[in-house]
């Protein structure tokens, strides 16, 4: 099994930032590619940016301006860090780990995200 639980979400001013935290734990690869996924209410649960193992990172097209997301392998940790927040951007965040050795994909509880005009 794997556990993620993130951190950093909350409530900030529209053009502010936040920087998101997750930390896996249990059985985990070296190339196990993690990210961030994010869904708001009634809408489908998006795609906004992934990272392998290696610190190759892949964003969705509407974030890549303002979204960076990294790694600490060493920690087995995945951040993001989220610029000049849009009240559009409110939503809860979830943590992605797609695990080689249990070929399945975890999910974090997820984290809220507000940004307020």
């Known amino acids: 099994q794997v556990q993620l639980v993130e951190s950093g979400g909350g409530l900030v001013q529209a053009g502010g930032s936040l920087r998101l935290t997750c930390a896996a734990s249990?059985?985990?690869?070296?190339?196990?590619?993690m990210g961030w996924y994010r869904q708001a209410p009634g809408n489908q649960r998006e795609m906004v940016a992934t990272?392998?193992?290696?610190?190759?990172?892949n964003y969705a097209d509407c974030m890549k301006d303002r979204f960076t997301i990294s790694r600490d392998n060493a920690k087995n940790t995945v951040y993001l860090q989220m610029n000049s927040l849009k009240p559009e951007d409110t939503a809860v965040y979830y943590c992605?780990?797609?695990?080689?050795?249990?070929?399945?994909?975890?999910w974090g509880q997820g984290t809220q995200v507000t940004a307020s005009s």
């Open positions: 992605y780990l797609r695990s080689m050795f249990w070929g399945r994909n975890y």
């Open positions: 249990g059985t985990i690869s070296s190339i196990d590619t």
């Open positions: 990272v392998t193992s290696g610190g190759v990172p």
